[in-house]
């Protein structure tokens, strides 16, 4: 088996979960800037966050022969903050020119306000200005619905966006539809307790088909499970799906989104091992010092 | 139900036999919940949105639709019970996260 997550913060994750998820087939990731978990304090903390994001990860991730991208932007936890916002988005165009970003992400909506909207705007002028492909957060639980009806009229007033070059993500039974109706692609995040379940997610690819619909563990700092999507392909097996359909929703489907982006190439597994060698100091100790993380 | 796109591969015996234990578990878990509550407090129906909108959810559960036209799913009926149904953005943020479900009673929580 061989599948690509492109939805996992793996700044949060432990190297142990680059080896589960080498175990089990992954080749790439691709990580969308997101909420910490509590609230940045100054435009600084997005900026070392990008340099995690561009720099670090990478070189991490391909120690495990996985390939790692970025989406770059403020999220949307924290885009009520409009001044914030503005420094963060400045800072944002040098970062893009990374050979491992691939775009602008995760924006969207948290509450629905005012001033979320406004920043999201703001970010998809930058993409749209710069070329980007797009990903984007959708609400969780009662926001959802109104959080992506809100995401998709906004977008539909552009006739500069290609839908096909946008992700509407965390999508679930009762905003699926609205997003596949209008071009868009979208993504079924597998969270053991806010998000889909494998099950339900298997219920949506029998109503609604394979096309532009791709599976991600949106493992975080949070409860979930960075070997979210085997596990989805096992319970694919146990339903009584073929190989070759998993292979669809799991390999192929996210290659077909994200190879929009010149810069996204699975590699060879030798390329990626030769990648490795030349990535990361040896020792345990040099990779902490490196990352920054002060040893536990 | 709207017929889907990717038949399932089982029969519906089949699907029975395979998922029956794990979803009468999950039904349990459920009855137990509703009976924990009672015995704390069994006024939350009436003084917690939370409680009041999983109620009428479950009474949902055994709804049909009436005419393949009105055909959504028992899933999708919940989730857009349990959604804010408004359109206008908020003034300002009021809360980080959300909660789970939408206050259409004006309950607040208990
Ligand atoms: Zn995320």
């Known amino acids: 088996m061989r599948y690509i997550d492109l939805h996992a913060h793996m700044v949060s994750r432990t190297t142990d979960d680059y ?16 909420w910490a978990g509590w609230d940045r304090s100054s435009a600084d903390g997005f900026e070392d966050y990008f340099r995690h994001l561009t720099d670090f990860e990478p070189k991490r991730a391909a120690v495990y022969g996985i390939r790692h991208f970025a989406w770059l932007c403020l999220n949307p936890k924290e885009g009520e903050d409009r001044q914030l916002a503005r420094e963060v988005l400045r ?3 040098r970062y893009l020119e990374s050979p491992t970003v691939l775009g602008i992400g995760e924006i969207g909506l948290n509450r629905v306000t005012r001033n979320e909207i406004a920043t999201f705007r703001d970010h998809v002028d930058l993409a749209i200005e710069h070329d980007q492909l797009i990903h984007i957060h959708t609400p969780h639980l009662e ?18 966006i290609d839908p096909s070059r946008v992700m509407i993500d965390h999508a679930e039974e009762h905003t699926l539809p609205i997003i596949l109706e209008n071009g868009f692609w979208t993504g079924l995040t597998l969270y053991p307790q806010t998000k889909v379940s494998p099950e339900r997610a298997i ?14 563990s949106a493992c975080d700092w949070g409860p ?6 085997p596990h989805f392909a096992l319970a694919m097996r146990r339903r009584g799906h073929s190989a070759d359909l998993i292979d669809r929703i799991i390999y192929h489907n996210p290659i077909a989104f ?14 990626r091992r030769n990648g490795a060698e030349k990535a990361l100091p040896r020792s345990e100790s040099d990779a902490k010092s490196s990352a920054g993380v002060a040893a536990a | 139900m709207p017929s889907g796109v990717i038949p399932s591969p089982k029969t519906g015996r089949e699907l029975v036999d395979e998922y029956f234990i794990e979803n009468r578990t999950r ?12 015995r704390t407090d069994a ?7 939370r409680v009041r909108a999983f109620r009428e959810a479950l009474r949902l559960l055994e709804d049909r639709p009436a005419t393949a036209a009105e055909a959504q799913t028992r899933v999708e009926r919940i989730q857009h019970l349990l959604s804010d149904p408004t359109t206008e953005p908020l003034e300002k943020l009021d809360v980080k996260s959300a909660r789970g479900a939408y206050d259409r009673w004006q309950l607040g929580v208990a």
């Open chain 1, 19 to 34: 080896v589960q998820m080498a175990l089990t087939g992954c080749v790439a990731v691709t990580e969308p800037a997101f």
């Open chain 1, 91 to 93: 800072r944002i165009p």
């Open chain 1, 143 to 160: 926001d959802k619905y109104k959080g992506t009806r809100t995401i998709v009229d906004i977008l539909t007033e552009y006739d500069r």
């Open chain 1, 203 to 216: 219920d949506m690819f029998e109503r609604y088909g394979t096309d532009r619909i791709c599976v991600a």
């Open chain 1, 224 to 229: 979930s499970l960075p070997d979210a999507v």
């Open chain 1, 258 to 271: 994200l190879g929009q982006s010149p810069k996204f190439d699975v590699g060879t597994d030798s390329a």
């Open chain 2, 27 to 38: 039904l349990l878990e459920i009855a137990a919940f509703l009976d924990r509550l009672d």
């Open chain 2, 43 to 49: 006024t939350l129906v009436d003084r917690d949105y």
